[in-house]
Structures are given as C-alpha cells and as structure tokens.
C-alpha cells in the first residue's frame, strides 16, 4: 500500500504530466491537418477526464486526512490520560533517540 508521501508524489507528477500536455497541446495548435485536429481532440479529452480524475483523488485524500483527524480528536477527549500517556512514552523514546547522537 502506498504511503502518503508516495501519494503526494505522485499527484505532483500528474499535475507536472497534465501541465506539460496542456503546453504541448497549446504550441501545436496552429498546426494544420485534419490528423492533428483529431489527435488534439483525442488528448485534451484525455486530458480533462485526467484533471477530474485527480481532483477526485485530492478531495477523497482531503476526506480521509479530515476523518482521521476527527477520530483521533475523538479519541483523545475520550482517553485523555492515555493519550498523555502515550505522548510522554513517544516524547522519551525521541528523547533517548536524539541523545543516543
């Protein structure tokens, strides 16, 4: 499964695809021909289900990072002497990492 930050890279590169085929599409507009024309209509239409595509998948992304961070708000007004807890045995172990250096 990938990670979050596999998944912001490769919404950064979609978007960097999408840019530079729109460019692309913009610099051979004046060229003439019945084959071009077609091609041109063929991309750009792959192009806008691309760009929907990925709004869809930054909304859900945005979606899902909101829920889990209602839970975890939800969570720790429930527990809240657990969630001191387990921040204290984190902030040792970071602790104890940095000095280890």
Partial sequence: MPTEVQKQRLVS??????AEAESLLRATAG???????????KVQATLDRAKDNLHDLQDAAVERAKAAGRATDAYVHENPWQSIGVAAGVGLLLGMLIARR
Avoid: K, Q, T, Y
């Avoid at 590169?13 to 999408?18: I, Q, S, Y």
């Avoid at 060229?31 to 209509?41: D, F, I, N, P, T």
């Fill in 13 to 18: 590169d979609l978007h960097a695809v999408v």
């Fill in 31 to 41: 060229h003439a021909g019945e084959g071009a024309s077609e091609l041109r209509a």
